[in-house]
């Protein structure tokens, strides 16, 4: 199972969103998260969804950021508006899945993508 994901460089109070797909043999998807970890700093909670659509966010990115997931093609989003200098990362998506009905739950990563926020 392989996630890739899309990042860029934007400047401060742009938009930018990040897209994250999961490949390979995949049985059921369930929660997919963003995570974040700027220099000199420990990786951190972005935001997260589940199945069902519930959505939860780090009070820093709080009415800025809105993550969403489209099921189907196994792929979540995360739209970043009014970002922030202190928004440049590299951002990680993750995502709980299931590779066949006979196997648990596991968690996979993303290789990671930069996001610079920068004039």
């Known amino acids: 199972v392989q996630l890739q994901a899309w990042g860029g460089l934007v400047q401060p109070g742009g938009s930018l969103r990040l897209s994250c797909a999961a490949s390979?043999?995949?049985?059921?998807?369930?929660?997919m998260r963003w995570h974040r970890q700027a220099p000199g700093k420990q990786r951190e909670l972005v935001a997260a969804i589940t199945t069902d659509g519930y959505t939860n966010y780090a009070d820093s990115v709080k009415g800025r950021f809105t993550i969403s997931r489209d099921s189907a093609r196994d792929t979540v989003y995360l739209q970043m508006n009014s970002l922030r200098p202190e928004d440049t990362a590299v951002y990680y998506c993750?995502?709980?899945?299931?590779?066949?009905?006979?196997?648990?739950?596991?968690?996979?990563w993303g290789q990671g993508t930069q996001v610079t926020v920068s004039s």
């Open positions: 390979g043999y995949i049985f059921r998807v369930n929660v």
């Open positions: 993750n995502a709980n899945l299931r590779t066949s009905p006979y196997r648990l739950n596991d968690d996979y």
